[in-house]
């Protein structure tokens, strides 16, 4: 028999394939303990992991106040504001870049005490639309991050993994 969680429950597949959903402790202590294994695995191939997760309200980036040049300037570079600003509407862009920037430096505080500036962190696209994070000092040179944004209508959501690069 086979633990699997979905929505909350934990279920096992027996072998015939048919779900059941269980109150039994075993298979969720055995489905736990898998968990466990697979984070240590990770860790082993990647070394220590930095995760960063962000919520942005996109109608925040249609305030005047944060519009300000002054402001923008202190958040993002002159690429990532080319390129927002270049669209119909900016506010989900600025939003998505913004949340991005949040989900980093929680992502590469987790993984040491450097304290991280928005402007230091750069939000670009690839030529598939992927967003690429740059990290302007040297020090974050030996860091890969990854990055994804998604966003609704009315929100932004940002999730980044940071980890050491391979040699």
């Given amino acids: 028999m086979r633990c699997r969680s979905e929505k909350g429950l934990v279920s096992a597949i027996d072998d015939d394939a048919n779900l059941h959903d269980i109150e039994n402790w075993s298979c969720q202590s055995r489905w736990m303990e898998g968990l466990r294994n697979m984070s240590t695995h990770a860790r082993d191939l990647l070394g220590q992991v930095g995760v960063g997760v962000d919520i942005e309200s996109i109608d925040r980036f249609r305030d005047r106040d944060v519009l300000r040049p002054s402001v923008l300037n202190k958040i993002f570079t002159r690429r990532e504001l080319d390129y927002c600003l270049s669209k119909e509407s900016s506010a989900p862009h600025l939003a998505a870049r ?70």
């Fill in 98 to 167: 913004f949340s991005g920037k949040e989900a980093v430096i929680k992502a590469i505080g987790s993984l040491s005490n450097l304290r991280l500036f928005y402007n230091e962190i750069e939000i670009l696209n690839n030529d598939i639309g992927v967003p690429i994070v740059r990290l302007s000092r040297d020090e974050l040179a030996k860091l890969e991050v990854k990055l994804s944004l998604s966003h609704s209508e009315d929100k932004v959501l940002a999730f980044a993994l940071a980890a050491e690069k391979q040699q």
